[in-house]
């Protein structure tokens, strides 16, 4: 193998347009180049046969006898280190007008000695000049180790491989190798033979290159544009400046607590990088890909967002509290996030607690408006964004997505004005999913004028509106629910005879809001098996969390009942299970209304924790003749003969009852290819009240006469 010649050149002269890091950079290495030059000097003296083709490929007994008895020492450590100190006091130069060194920056931000960049700079050699791949070659005496090996690395900076100190700087312990700047691979060979790499995200940093890593591509999340909110960012960031490196944000409902750690991250002067949990979590090698996040949040002088930490549930195994734990530990800002409650055993220091509080209904406005700024559309003049908002519980990053959605729906519609209907469709497009795999989803269809019922009724469903409407500014401005862990929930009881309209009434209510309603089926609830009730219902309440709807517990008492004295177990687990769902109602933050056909059989302790309790009675004569009307409707041809008024005299029905008699005569009707007439409509009710077990008697029917069959 022919070695460069031992004279030593001159150092390059920087490219003119060279930024100063490279420079800087350059310099070092032209330093580094004298000591290779030396070592292969070296080498070649004392090789008896340096011009043996096969050199590197045996060993000879030559060879061997030299080892044994003429070990080489280790290179002395000629370079002078005046030339390293007018290298750095160029940098820092540099730095003060303005430029980026990034070597410079390594050594401060991960702690390394002069040792350290020294060994740092021989394992990026062969990645920045090919010739090094085979002068390396010719130092390790094997053409086939084309990279710096820890005793080459250690030679070359004059540092005996006996000394434990200087060993440790190559150990997984060293700000090298656990900072993720420098890689000593193959374990199964001796120390000294071990091979260094430098990871290609490091060699491109210290290019100036801003490029990121791409094994963390897909665990970093999008960080949220910060909102506004000057009072509580202030004051992190002067947490963060004074040394707080580890914060925890408990996200209320309608809180942005990535946007307001964004923020305050960026106030201390610190980029930031979010990590998603999620990602994090299904990933093949957790720890591996947490050690590529931190080292690019650390290259990029950022801190790290993560969240949400209800992701990682200590109580699911060892894993997740393992990885917890080493998340709090990290040596750069960590801010993490969620909605559970911070458990001092995550971690073996206290964090800064932080609640990250909902948006006002004025940044929800002005949101919403900054996101509609500079489309082809704008709201319409009769929209009131501040009313139409008031009913949502919205996190400032959704206000802006449901604007967009609701100027893209605008759009499609080929109108240049947002209406309400566009408002509230935006909103819905930021449902979560999750809730309508445990309950049936409903879109509202149907209006105030389609209720049929008495004034006291009516008067409170209007009440249970306005309150859902209000709730923000009664119970979170003016605080007139303190205390005891209750929740900005509202909830309803709707009690009356089966067909009186309460299911249709909470999709009033929720239309007159904009929601969706959300309808819980009862057979995916309730389980046989001590627990799973409560852990099922636990499951909605939790989804419901994060849905603007209105939640529909139908038949509540089957879940809801009383609570009786203890006989048996089933009796004491019955109790322990109505006893979990009335503190977790007194709780929640959304909107629930249940529904009984038997007021009597509810706990009193539930009568007490709802709001709103809506009695609806059967309709007397007056209503169900507006009912029929209604079930009827205006697309269905009637007869002449049709007489409402005797309709509603002869069948006490309820509302859904006269409704399943409007649907059976229209059918009828269709067979007959005719108008519908009194014959069918009769023949309808005759039916309805034979599949209720009721009897018809003579005179419900005209003149006494049995209706004619169809």
């Known amino acids: 193998m022919t070695a460069v010649r031992e004279d030593a050149r001159t150092a390059p002269e920087p490219e003119r347009t060279e930024p100063p890091g490279t420079t800087y950079l350059r310099a070092r290495l032209f330093l580094v180049e004298q000591r290779v030059r030396r070592a292969v000097a070296t080498a070649r003296a004392a090789d008896p046969a340096p011009d043996d083709p096969l050199r590197g490929l045996h060993v000879s007994d030559e060879d061997a006898w030299r080892l044994v008895d003429d070990p080489v020492p280790p290179a002395p450590d000629e370079i002078a280190a005046e030339a390293v100190a007018t290298a750095d006091r160029w940098a820092d130069r540099a730095r003060s007008a303005g430029g980026r060194v990034p070597l410079r920056e390594l050594a401060e931000d991960f702690a390394l000695t002069p040792l350290d960049v020294e060994l740092l700079l021989i394992a990026l050699l062969p990645d920045l000049d090919q010739r090094y791949e085979r002068l390396y070659g010719y130092i390790n005496d094997d053409v086939t180790r084309r990279r710096a090996t820890t005793g080459l690395a250690l030679g070359l900076c004059g540092v005996s491989p006996v000394t434990g100190a200087a060993r440790t700087h190559l150990a997984g312990a060293g700000p090298l190798v656990a900072g993720g700047l420098l890689l000593v691979e193959e374990d199964d060979r001796p120390f000294l033979t071990r091979s260094l790499r430098v990871p290609d995200r490091v060699t491109g940093h210290l290019l100036g290159q801003d490029g990121g890593d791409g094994r963390a591509d897909g665990l970093v999340r999008r960080v949220p544009r910060p909102a506004d909110r000057q009072p509580v960012t202030d004051g992190l960031a002067a947490a963060l400046r004074a040394g707080d490196r580890l914060v925890y944000l408990r996200e209320e409902p309608g809180g942005a607590a990535d946007e307001l750690a964004s923020a305050a991250l960026l106030a201390a002067g610190w980029s930031v990088l979010a990590l998603d949990l999620d990602a994090l979590c299904v990933d093949a090698t957790p720890e591996e890909a947490l050690a590529v996040v931190v080292r690019e949040t650390r290259l990029r002088r950022a801190g790290l967002v993560v969240g949400p930490v209800d992701t990682l549930d200590p109580a699911a195994g060892p894993a997740h509290a393992r990885l917890l734990r080493r998340l709090t530990a990290l040596p750069v800002p960590v801010l993490l996030t969620g909605r559970l409650r911070w458990d001092p055993y995550w971690a073996d220091r206290s964090p800064l607690l932080v609640t990250a509080a909902p948006a006002g209904a004025a940044e929800r406005i002005r949101l919403w408006r900054d996101a509609l700024a500079g489309r082809s559309v704008r709201l319409a003049a009769d929209v009131d964004p501040e009313r139409e908002l008031s009913a949502y519980v919205l996190a400032p990053d959704q206000v802006r997505r449901a604007a967009v959605a609701a100027a893209q729906q605008a759009v499609l519609d080929g109108s240049d004005r947002v209406t309400t209907r566009h408002v509230r469709a935006g909103v819905r497009s930021q449902n979560a999913a999750a809730l309508a795999k445990l309950a049936r989803r409903v879109e509202p269809a149907v209006g105030w004028d389609d209720l049929v019922l008495p004034a006291p009724a009516r008067d409170q469903l209007t009440e249970l509106a306005l309150r859902i409407r209000h709730r923000d500014q009664v119970l979170s401005g003016w605080r007139l629910r303190p205390g005891g862990g209750r929740g900005r929930g509202v909830t309803a009881l709707f009690a009356g005879d089966s067909g009186t309209g309460k299911t249709m009434s909470a999709e009033v209510v929720a239309a007159d809001l904009g929601l969706d309603l959300y309808v819980v089926d009862l057979s995916t609830v309730v389980d046989k098996y001590v627990g799973q009730t409560e852990k099922n219902l636990e499951r909605i309440f939790t989804e419901a969390a994060g849905v603007n709807g209105v939640l529909l517990f139908d038949e509540a008492d089957a879940i809801f009942g009383k609570r009786s004295e203890a006989s048996d177990a089933h009796d004491r687990y019955a109790n322990l299970e109505s006893a979990y769902l009335l503190q977790r109602m007194e709780s929640f933050d959304g909107v629930a209304v249940l529904t009984t056909n038997l007021r009597a059989n509810l706990d009193e302790a539930f009568l007490r924790r709802i709001d709103v309790v809506v009695d609806f009675p059967i309709p007397d004569v007056a209503q169900r003749r507006a009912l029929w009307d209604r079930c009827l409707g205006v697309e269905l041809p009637r007869a ?47 039916r309805e009240y034979r599949k209720l077990g009721r009897l018809l008697l003579p005179a419900a029917t005209p003149n006494g006469a049995r209706p004619r069959r169809a």
């Open 640 to 686: 002449d003969d049709v007489d409402l008024d005797h309709c509603a005299r002869a069948f006490e029905l309820s509302g859904g009852g006269i409704r399943s008699c409007a649907v059976s005569a229209g059918y009828l009707a269709a067979a007959a290819g005719t108008p519908v007439t009194m014959a069918m409509v009769m023949t309808a009710a005759q």
